[in-house]
Nanobody, 117 residues
Framework: QVLLVESGGGLVQPGGSLKLSCVAIASINIFEFYDMAWYRQAPGKQREFVARMTTGAIGIHSDSVKGRFTISKDNDKNTVYLEMNNLKPEDTAIYYC?????????WGRGTQVTVSS
């Protein structure tokens, strides 16, 4: 069983920055086996991929956030981060943390990010 707890969301003006955190609680060394990712879901839209950190520490970002968002992880803290810069109103969404191993997926409850002036 894996428990994911997100934090760091909030209200920010366009052009601002936020850093999201996701703590992974498990009985195993989760980062050794699971790819970690961030997804988001805006009101009335489907959940979409934002960024992924593989077990080999390779970061992959969607085209819509490339150059603005950066995924990273701290193995000692069992935490994955999403640093978001130059935020735009269209980045407004609930951001979810995901742990994936083959066809096994765990999800956090999400953290709200609102970009508005």
């Amino acid at each position: 069983q894996v428990l994911l707890v997100e934090s760091g969301g909030g209200l920010v003006q366009p052009g601002g920055s936020l850093k999201l955190s996701c703590v992974a609680i498990a009985s195993i060394n989760i980062f050794e086996f699971y790819d970690m990712a961030w997804y988001r879901q805006a009101p009335g839209k489907q959940r979409e991929f934002v960024a992924r950190m593989t077990t080999g520490a390779i970061g992959i970002h969607s085209d819509s956030v490339k150059g603005r968002f950066t995924i990273s992880k701290d193995n000692d803290k069992n935490t994955v981060y999403l640093e978001m810069n130059n935020l735009k109103p269209e980045d407004t969404a609930i951001y979810y943390c995901n742990a994936n191993y083959h066809d096994l997926n765990y999800w956090g409850r999400g953290t709200q990010v609102t970009v508005s002036s």
